[in-house]
């Protein structure tokens, strides 16, 4: 099985696994690549499997990622997919040994993940991780939690930064955070702009532009943070249904 490291060299001709094609008008591809190639520049690594699917695994140095955790000297994973007819024949494993390797040369502590005790969306199988070794560093509630994999048993442990502990915020109303580290946020956050715009609601939109913003964030879940009244909501891309949905469910 033949992995591909996307490179500034490569990264226009290759697709990017999450989003191979999209509809006439829509710009996915084009957000999620050119957020990759700054982050190529901080050391960012996307591996996937030579094939048409969705079979990759991104991670970066803590120091650049774009997450608020306390992980200095670790190696944070972005996102870990093995999807459809390619689960269950050993390429997790084959990817993940990847991330260890390319951390150990590198002369990092560990790696690090957020996922979560039961499969939620858009969070890497906190089961498969822990059967493969890592352990839990910190928590988030009763659902969240932030895993890692130390390469020496004394290393320190990492954690959620205090500013995200509570994913709570001061601001009434409907609030969201997000960035360009998954292609869908640009197209579902202008979707459900002009839902709220219909209905007279006024949804502020607080998009993240560089690591230091990121990494000062009201929660974890940087690449998308639904805010209601001041607390968490979810970090799954809401689409129109789910987010009249919610908009209902609240008398809104």
């Excluded at 970066?60 to 990622?65: D, G, H, L, V, Y």
């Excluded at 774009?66 to 190696?75: D, H, L, R, S, V």
């Excluded at 070794?133 to 988030?140: M, P, Q, R, Y």
């Excluded at 932030?146 to 994913?167: H, M, Q, R």
Aim: hydrophobic letters at 35%; a positive charge.
């Amino acid at each position: 099985m033949e992995i591909i490291k996307i490179t500034e060299d490569n990264i226009d001709k290759e697709h990017i696994c999450c989003v191979i094609t999209e509809k006439k008008g829509e710009s996915c591809i084009k957000s999620k690549k050119d957020w990759l190639k700054e982050r190529l520049k901080d050391g960012l690594i996307f591996k996937k499997l030579n094939v048409r699917g969705k079979v990759f695994i991104e991670y970066i140095p803590a120091e650049k990622a774009w997450y608020p955790f306390n992980a200095n000297g670790y190696m944070v994973i972005n996102c870990f997919w093995v999807s459809g007819r390619y689960k269950g024949k050993g390429i997790s494993n084959l990817l993940l040994n990847e991330c260890i390797k390319d951390s150990k040369l590198q002369g990092k502590k560990g790696i690090v993940v957020l996922s979560s005790k039961k499969k939620i969306p858009y969070l890497s199988d906190g089961n498969h991780l822990k059967y493969k070794g890592f352990k839990v560093a910190d928590t988030l509630g009763s659902q969240y939690e932030l895993l890692y994999l130390p390469f020496k048993e004394d290393e320190k442990v990492p954690t959620i930064k205090s500013c995200a502990k509570e994913c709570k915020i001061l601001e009434k109303g409907l609030k969201l955070y997000y960035s360009n580290q998954c292609p869908y946020t640009d197209k579902y956050v202008k979707i459900i702009k002009k839902i709220a715009d219909s209905r007279g609601l006024n949804l502020e939109i607080n998009k993240y532009e560089n690591a230091k913003q990121a990494q000062n964030a009201p929660s974890p879940f940087t690449t998308y943070s639904f805010f209601f009244n001041g607390n968490f909501v979810t970090n799954e891309i809401l689409t129109e249904k789910k987010f009249i949905k919610f908009l209902d469910e609240n008398n809104l």
